[in-house]
């Protein structure tokens, strides 16, 4: 039990719809991360957020996006679904001066 | 962005010991290497980490080469709950911007 929560657990979009996926962490965990991870792939890093405010990215498009708030909280949203943006979608918060991540357990997203 | 590369996959008796290698040729000498694993349907869970010297901790232990251009991460008495993806990454000053997990090495362990 990580402490760490994802919603919802499963969900199918069409191609072309927007969604989003939201994340909960542990009070003092300020910086939170989300991946994507791809059947049989591991997984590859989206954005991260510290104290609302982006503080990495890796290569995804600008229709990924997030949001962070202060009650620690986060939330990934993705505009104009593909097909190939079918993944389990991944959470990890890190507590402020620590070197570990809390992963969730994700969110399944199937886009046909 | 640094990389690691693992087997793909390792077999191991219960109760005896395993030795997952790492390598990371291009490290540099801010990386931390951390270790995490996958059980099926979970997300990643965090084993240990380390930047120069070994590390041991209640899960495993960490040997790091000398020249850091690779790693090994030793499970003493491997257990069926053992069994999962164990990834190799290296975080940049431990701030996890852009890490890079690869495919990971598949554990079986043998009852």
């Known amino acids: 039990e990580t402490g760490v929560t994802q919603s919802p657990t499963h969900l199918i979009k069409t191609r072309g719809q927007q969604v989003t996926l939201r994340c909960s962490s542990q009070?003092?965990?300020?910086?939170v991360s989300w991946y994507q991870q791809a059947l049989g792939q591991g997984p590859q890093f989206i954005f991260q957020?510290?104290?609302?405010?982006?503080?990495g990215r890796g290569n995804f498009p600008p229709r990924f996006s997030g949001l962070q708030f202060p009650n620690y909280s986060s939330e990934l949203n993705v505009n104009a679904l593909e097909l190939d943006d079918s993944a389990l979608y991944l959470c990890?918060?890190?507590?402020?001066?620590?070197?570990?991540?809390?992963f969730g357990p994700g969110t399944r997203l199937t886009v046909l | 962005d640094a990389k690691t590369t693992q087997p793909n996959s390792m077999e191991s008796n219960e109760e005896e010991p395993v030795h997952l290698p790492c390598n990371h040729s291009?490290?540099?000498?801010?990386?931390?290497i951390h270790w995490y694993r996958q059980l099926p349907s979970q997300g990643p869970e965090y084993v240990i980490h380390?930047?120069?010297s070994n590390v041991n901790n209640r899960m495993a232990s960490l040997a790091i080469a000398e020249d850091r251009k690779s790693s090994t991460l030793i499970l003493h008495r491997a257990t069926l709950r053992d069994a999962a993806v164990y990834y190799c990454?290296?975080?940049?000053?431990?701030?996890?911007?852009?890490?890079?997990f690869g495919t990971g090495t598949k554990l079986q362990v043998i009852p």
């Open positions: 990454i290296l975080n940049l000053s431990g701030g996890y911007q852009k890490v890079t």
């Open positions: 380390g930047l120069t």
């Open positions: 291009t490290i540099s000498g801010t990386d931390y």
């Open positions: 009070s003092g965990h300020n910086t």
């Open positions: 957020y510290y104290r609302e405010e982006e503080n």
């Open positions: 990890a918060s890190i507590r402020t001066g620590g070197k570990e991540q809390f």
